[in-house]
T-cell receptor, first 116, second 113 residues
Framework: AQTVTQSQPEMSVQEAETVTLSCTYDTSESDYYLFWYKQPPSRQMILVIRQEAYKQQNATENRFSVNFQKAAKSFSLKISDSQLGDAAMYFCAYLYSGAGSYQLTFGKGTKLSVIP | DTGVSQNPRHKITKRGQNVTFRCDPISEHNRLYWYRQTLGQGPEFLTYFQNEAQLEKSRLLSDRFSAERPKGSFSTLEIQRTEQGDSAMYLC???????????FGDGTRLSIL
C-alpha cells in the first residue's frame, strides 16, 4: 500500500521569504503522479502543483516549485516570496497512474503560517 | 466552470439520525470521488464513480454508508444511524479522467450531537 508522510506538522515563514515543505512517500510502482494541494481555513482544497514521476524536470508554477527525487521518494514544495495568502494547510498526495487508478493518498498535512 | 458544489456546508444532527449530502461535480467531469477528512488528518478515500457506476468502495465505508450517482450527474452520500465517530468533513471531488487532477468542493462538515 502506498503511504505519504509529511514530517512537519507546522511551519512558519516571514513574508517575502522562502520556505520548503517536505514530503516522502512509499510505493512499489514506477509510474505515478504527485500533487501538492492547499487548503485555506474553512475553504476549498486547491491544486497547487503536479509532478509526473516519469519526468525528471521539476514542476514549477509561478512562486511554487518542487524538488522531486524519485530514487529517494522525496517530493518537497518550495514557496518563494511568501505572501500572507499562502497561509494554509498543505497536503502532499500520491496517485498511481496505472489502469484503474483513482484514489489519491494524502499525507497528514503541514500547517503553514506567514508572519507579516 | 462553476467548480464542484456541495450541500449543505454544515450539518448538525443527533446520534442515530440519517443524513444525506449532495455533490454536483464540474459538468464535463465523469469521475466523482468522496473523501472523509477528520481533524488533523489528510482526506481519506471513501468511494469512486465513473459516470453512474460505483467502481470502488473503501473499507472505511461501513454498511451504514451508501452513495449513488444517478444518471452520472450529481451524487449523494447517505449515512444511516449516525454515530459520534462519523463527525468529520466530507469532501467531494471530480476529474475529467482518472489520472487527471481531482478538483474538490468546499465539503460538508458533519457534527453529531
Amino acid at each position: 500500500a502506498q503511504t505519504v508522510t509529511q514530517s512537519q506538522p507546522e511551519m512558519s515563514v516571514q513574508e517575502a521569504e522562502t520556505v520548503t515543505l517536505s514530503c516522502t512517500y512509499d510505493t512499489s510502482e514506477s509510474d505515478y503522479y504527485l500533487f501538492w494541494y492547499k487548503q485555506p481555513p474553512s475553504r476549498q482544497m486547491i491544486l497547487v502543483i503536479r509532478q509526473e514521476a516519469y519526468k525528471q524536470q521539476n514542476a514549477t508554477e509561478n512562486r511554487f516549485s518542487v524538488n522531486f527525487q524519485k530514487a529517494a521518494k522525496s517530493f518537497s514544495l518550495k514557496i518563494s516570496d511568501s505572501q500572507l495568502g499562502d497561509a494554509a494547510m498543505y497536503f502532499c498526495a500520491y496517485l498511481y497512474s496505472g489502469a484503474g487508478s483513482y484514489q489519491l493518498t494524502f499525507g497528514k498535512g503541514t500547517k503553514l503560517s506567514v508572519i507579516p | 466552470d462553476t467548480g464542484v458544489s456541495q450541500n449543505p456546508r454544515h450539518k448538525i444532527t443527533k446520534r442515530g439520525q440519517n443524513v444525506t449530502f449532495r455533490c454536483d461535480p464540474i459538468s464535463e467531469h465523469n469521475r466523482l470521488y468522496w473523501y472523509r477528512q477528520t481533524l488533523g488528518q489528510g482526506p481519506e478515500f471513501l468511494t469512486y464513480f465513473q459516470n453512474e457506476a460505483q467502481l470502488e468502495k473503501s473499507r472505511l465505508l461501513s454498511d451504514r454508508f451508501s452513495a449513488e450517482r444517478p444518471k452520472g450527474s450529481f451524487s449523494t452520500l447517505e449515512i444511516q444511524r449516525t454515530e459520534q465517530g462519523d463527525s468529520a468533513m466530507y469532501l467531494c471531488a471530480s476529474s475529467l479522467a482518472s489520472n487527471q487532477p481531482q478538483h474538490f468542493g468546499d465539503g460538508t462538515r458533519l457534527s453529531i450531537l
